[in-house]
């Protein structure tokens, strides 16, 4: 059964340009097993397997992508409430320990970038899983990899730019 999947507008068109992009190269692999067909033997022919693998991944990735694009749900920036963290808003945090203020994107899957600023975490991580849902003042643990939870102090709730 298809889930629903909750994604901002960037996320949706990014998910559909890639989709496109996938669709479009169908007459090239095509044209590849049209060509290696042409070399005679299928049961011996490595040009053969190698395109009927390339199109099976193409169109395992194309049906993925149009599953996720239609059981999509967009957020809308004027749903989005400033009084907790979710998808689409960005936290300012303090880390208690270290008194290191950082801010974080939440996004959806497809967004991640933990180079850019604010920092984009994905809404299913341990940082995104830990803010949503909190409120400014809050304190939260985040599960950390082999170590000891952080704690973070949400100091700011804002749209993201």
Known sequence: MPTENVMTQDSYNKLKRERDELISQRPE???RLKEARAFGDLSENAEYDVAKEEQAKLEERILKLSERLRTATIIKD????????????????????????????????TEIDPFSDPIKVSVESSVGKALVGSKVGDKVEVAVPGGKPIRLEILEISRTA
């Open 29 to 31: 692999i095509a044209e």
């Open 78 to 109: 004027e749903d989005l409430t400033l009084d907790h963290v979710s998808l689409g808003l960005t936290a300012k945090v303090k880390e208690t320990k270290t008194k290191v203020v950082e801010s974080y994107s939440i996004v959806d899957v």
